[in-house]
């Protein structure tokens, strides 16, 4: 299950979902018998960092996103720098 979500979440890079939303994508049968089956498999991936979270929201960052997240965090220095 980890594979498909991370395939449909880097499909849409950059935008939110919400886990019902993906657990619905995902395996519409499980979300009928119980709609926050995702949810412990997002947590997982976000504690992994595969995937952010953002409030109640989890996104699969653009490139573009992960370049500024390491700059802010100051892991990458950009050029002109000391």
């Known amino acids: 299950?980890?594979?498909?979500?991370?395939?449909i979440m880097k499909q849409?890079?950059?935008?939110?979902f919400?886990?019902?939303?993906i657990g619905k994508?995902?395996?519409r049968?499980?979300?009928r018998e119980n709609a926050h089956w995702a949810r412990p498999?997002?947590?997982?991936?976000?504690?992994e960092r595969h995937?952010?979270?953002?409030?109640?929201?989890?996104v699969y960052p653009?490139?573009?996103?992960?370049?500024?997240?390491?700059?802010k965090d100051g892991k990458v220095k950009t050029s002109g720098e000391k």
């Open 62 to 71: 653009t490139e573009q996103q992960r370049s500024e997240h390491r700059r």
């Open 41 to 47: 498999i997002l947590e997982k991936l976000a504690f």
């Open 18 to 21: 919400s886990y019902k939303e």
């Open 29 to 31: 049968d499980a979300y």
């Open 1 to 7: 299950m980890e594979l498909e979500i991370l395939q």
């Open 51 to 58: 995937i952010w979270k953002d409030e109640a929201f989890y």
């Open 25 to 27: 994508l995902v395996d």
């Open 12 to 16: 849409a890079a950059g935008t939110k």
